[in-house]
């Protein structure tokens, strides 16, 4: 695995110069347009993180340099996102907007067009854990097709769930192989975190060491694309070695990384570009 991380390490400096992005999303505005209500019980959330989004119906933009506009699911997986558009209208001057919308169809990303920015879109690789995620009874090929769908819209940031089944790796790495065919303009990997409340709150994370290797893998088959580690992680000491570990991986982008990676970050000579909006914005800030 070290040769492989120096493998990692030097294609980032081949391809990229030598600056990481930290980011601390304190002025993006978290909303959900369903409230604190989502119809799926998925295993790994079972609609706890849409509690901690501000409603957009008493949602408080000021300060806020951008969105992200989100929501609970439907039965069938999409976000309802033509809910409350004359809010999200309100919303819409002067800031950046990143949708979270699910498997929606064209009919809804015709309506929400002119509020859409950037789309963070969840890329799952394996049929038998969208149905025992989500319980849904979706593929990967339509999760594909939703994706091709809304590049014609807007930036689209895949986002990956490393862990997603239970702490389990499976589809992640079919994932890879279908966003090489895909050309993302980005990547965003994040890592199952045990929460309480739901079904999968008694199972472990995925172990360092198979987060770094999905990491590794990523930075040596995207060798250009930027490579986020996105908010969701597991804390501690565990966030301590992964975000050290990524750096030396040749990540591009660390969402509120842990003092460690800082400090290996001035160990081996980047320069760090601090932000305060989520990391899919600084995407849409660079175009």
């Known amino acids: 695995m070290h040769e492989r991380v120096r493998e990692a390490w030097n294609i980032r400096q081949m391809n990229f110069p030598p600056v990481i992005g930290f980011d601390y999303p304190l002025n993006t505005l978290v909303v959900s347009l369903t409230g604190p209500d989502c119809e799926l019980d998925c295993a790994h959330c079972g609609g706890q993180y849409v509690k901690s989004m501000a409603p957009i119906w008493s949602a408080n933009p000021q300060g806020a340099t951008s969105c992200l506009i989100s929501g609970g699911c439907d039965q069938t997986g999409r976000v309802p996102v033509t809910n409350h558009l004359d809010r999200v209208e309100a919303l819409r001057p002067g800031r950046i907007m990143n949708w979270h919308v699910g498997l ?5 990303a015709d309506a929400i067009a002119p509020y859409v920015d950037i789309i963070s879109f969840d890329l799952v690789g394996d049929d038998e854990t969208i149905k025992e995620v989500y319980g849904i009874d979706r593929t990967v090929e339509e999760y594909v097709g939703t994706y091709r769908l809304l590049r014609k819209y807007a930036t689209v940031i895949p986002h990956i769930t490393i862990g997603l089944r239970g702490g389990h790796i499976g589809g992640e790495y079919r994932a890879l192989d279908i966003l090489k065919e895909l050309e993302p303009d980005a990547v965003t990997f994040i ?18 060491e198979d987060v770094l290797d999905l990491l590794v893998e990523a930075r040596l088959r995207f060798p250009t694309v ?54 899919a914005v600084r995407l849409k800030r660079e175009d």
């Open 104 to 108: 929606i169809g064209k009919e809804e």
């Open 191 to 208: 890592v199952f975190t045990p929460t309480p409340g739901t079904r999968y709150a008694d199972c472990e994370p995925p172990g360092v």
């Open 226 to 279: 930027p490579i986020h580690l996105g908010c969701m992680r597991p804390h501690g000491g565990y966030r301590d070695k992964l975000d050290s570990l990524a750096v030396r991986a040749g990540v591009n982008v660390i969402v509120s990384p842990a003092r460690a990676a800082v400090a290996v970050a001035q160990e081996l000579g980047l320069e760090i570009d601090k932000r305060d909006e989520c990391c």
